[in-house]
């Protein structure tokens, strides 16, 4: 398996976990540690440009798998949310 896919769901598993704990408790932090980690992996991306060569492109894959992963961790504590609600 490759292991970006493999770090990838990973922390989508981690991080849908914490939102969906976060849910559980009604706290609006469900919607705020994904994006938050979504930041971090936009500033992961941009630090690998800046550093360049074969390292700057580690580190821009993983901050991708960062930011697909909380991206996906959104979309999927949302659609529990609003499957709660109705």
Same mark, same amino acid.
């Given at each position: 398996?490759? $292991?970006?896919?493999?770090?990838?769901?990973i !922390?989508?598993?981690?991080? +849908?976990? %914490?939102?969906?704990? *976060?849910?559980?408790?009604?706290? $609006?932090?469900?919607?705020v540690? $994904?994006? @938050? +980690?979504? %930041? *971090?992996? +936009?500033?992961v991306? %941009? *630090?690998?440009? =800046? =550093?360049?060569?074969?390292?700057?492109?580690?580190?821009?894959?993983?901050?991708? !798998?960062?930011? *697909?992963? !909380?991206? %996906?961790? /959104?979309? =999927? /504590?949302?659609? @529990?949310?609003?499957?709660?609600?109705?």
């Amino acid at each position: 398996m490759n $292991p970006l896919l493999l770090v990838t769901i990973i !922390s989508t598993g981690i991080l +849908i976990s %914490i939102s969906l704990f *976060l849910n559980r408790k009604k706290s $609006p932090f469900q919607y705020v540690f $994904p994006l @938050v +980690i979504s %930041i *971090l992996g +936009i500033a992961v991306i %941009i *630090l690998g440009l =800046v =550093v360049g060569r074969w390292q700057g492109l580690g580190l821009s894959t993983v901050g991708f !798998s960062l930011l *697909l992963s !909380s991206i %996906i961790a /959104v979309i =999927v /504590v949302s659609i @529990v949310s609003l499957r709660k609600e109705h």
